[in-house]
């Protein structure tokens, strides 16, 4: 299965303006999401997907290759379809939607994910986590999933499901294996290219959560498990910890 790894990366952004080309410790962002992807041991090839031609210039100065994509794309997922188009998608069975502001994004997630979207009948995949913290069930910035027996997710929420009606003394972790999402996808080819053709449903616009239009078309999305950690960068505070720990590391 030849899978391309695609790294959506916009110019603008609300709360960190001009994010995929800020410095961390000598690298820009993009620079290191890329350099991470590409150890991994699963993807055939990766290509950033940009709507402005400073970050693909600068990719292109790096080594790397970039293929600009439209500016009005709504969401990452219709970015990275145009994407594979463009890198010459009929050469590609899958893609992989690598988060472009997590610059330390593991090689073997990436592989774990690539993983899960061999499975016979696989369509859609993703990861998530088993919840460690009971912060993370108030936290409607985190995403939380139910999976049937089979891992197929059944609901994304942004509330705390399940809702534990009898809950005993202690945290909610330990009662219910709470399960949270990681923003990563990998999508068959053919299923890419029919998702990004589906209008916004119900669901996805009550949570503002894509991946609920997938569901409610009857589209299965298979979930993995992964403990691999995320960090993802979309404030000034989150960068500075990202330096931080660059200066610390070496």
Known sequence: MRILGVIPARYSSTRLPGKPL??????SMVQRVLEQARQSRTLAEVVVATDD?????????????????????PSGTDRCWEA?????????????NIQGDEPFIAPAQIDELAGVLKAPGTAIATLAQVVADDRDLNDPGEVLITVDRNMNALYFSRAAIPFLRHPAAGPRHGQFRFLKHVGLYAYTTEVLEQIVQLPPSPLELAESLEQLRWLENGIAVRVGITSH??????????????????????
């Open 229 to 250: 950690p995320s960090f993802c960068i979309d404030t000034e505070q989150d960068l500075e910890r990202a330096r931080q720990r660059i200066a610390r590391e070496g």
């Open 84 to 96: 594979c188009t463009k890198a010459g998608g009929a050469a590609f069975d899958g893609v992989v």
């Open 53 to 73: 031609a400073r970050i693909a210039d600068h990719v292109a100065a790096i080594g790397g290759r970039a293929v600009l994509t439209s500016p009005r794309h």
């Open 22 to 27: 800020v410095d961390i410790g000598g690298k």
